[in-house]
């Protein structure tokens, strides 16, 4: 999950350069849009999108 998490940061930089901090939905919602498949190859949700940014947030502290 590390590994898939850390493969989608450039995508979420990206999303989040062009539009701002948006909500989850919002960000999940984009990533449908751009056929990002999750992690299990299901559709994107808001909750999804709050556990990728946290999981990215915790590898980033472990990184400092």
């Given at each position: ?14 999303i989040e350069d ?26 994107w949700t808001g ?18």
């Open positions: 999950a590390d590994a898939f998490a850390l493969a989608l940061e450039p995508t979420l930089r990206e062009a539009h701002g901090r948006i909500s989850d939905r919002r960000t999940a919602a984009i990533l449908i849009e751009r056929d990002v498949p999750t992690a299990s190859g299901g559709t909750v999804q999108v709050a556990n990728l940014r946290a999981r990215l947030d915790r590898l980033r502290g472990l990184q400092a």
